[in-house]
């Protein structure tokens, strides 16, 4: 696996080799000795799959906050999507900066995003498929989302608001600037 650092250094992108003949292809998409290698220490305890049925689809920014904060390693299955990472640690230098990387079945590129660091997607092609592993289970009464079109966040989205299909809750998200400080 291929480590590849981003502009947060938390957030860090792997990269699988694949490894091909006239069958299809091989490829190890999680090996614990090349996280630690990459300083991803957690232990995972849950993997989850979504699929987005069209290609426009925009799920986050989630987080989840302590005492189940989450990080995820992320993949792509099928399809593609522009996968963001935006840092809520207020102490942090990069504090309300984001990381914008582009995960696709074909470039078998995860992403790690660690806790304290809001999450979201938006998919590129039709039935995309979503693969991650979570550091924490989910929980409804720490989950929280961040506001995807918050201006202060400056994310380019690669499709407009208005073709965007995205849910209430995720367009009724809090600002930034609305977030108590958890992390």
């Known amino acids: 696996m291929l480590i590849q650092p981003t502009e947060i250094p ?19 998409t999680f090996r614990r000795a090349a996280l630690d290698d990459a300083g991803i220490q957690e232990p995972f305890v849950q993997d989850n799959e979504s ?28 399809g593609s999507v522009l996968d963001v ?23 078998a590129r995860q992403l790690w995003v660690p806790a304290g660091f809001a999450h979201g997607v938006c998919t590129l092609e039709p039935d995309t498929i ?23 966040l400056k994310i380019p989205w690669p499709v407009s608001e208005n073709e965007m299909t995205v849910n209430a809750r995720d367009r009724e998200a809090p600002l930034l600037q609305e977030l108590e400080g958890w992390f």
């Open 85 to 107: 990472a935006v840092d809520l640690r207020r102490h942090s230098a990069s504090y309300g900066r984001h990381v914008a990387v582009e995960l696709s079945a074909e470039n």
């Open 10 to 28: 938390e957030v860090i992108v792997l990269a699988s080799k694949r490894h091909g003949d006239a069958r299809g292809y091989f490829m190890e």
């Open 51 to 78: 699929l987005s049925a069209a290609a426009g689809t925009l799920r986050g920014l989630h987080f989840q906050i302590p005492p189940r904060a989450q990080g995820k390693l992320v993949r792509v299955v099928r």
């Open 130 to 152: 979503l693969a991650y592993k979570v550091t924490d289970y989910w929980s409804p009464d720490h989950e929280r989302t961040l506001r995807f079109n918050d201006p202060e």
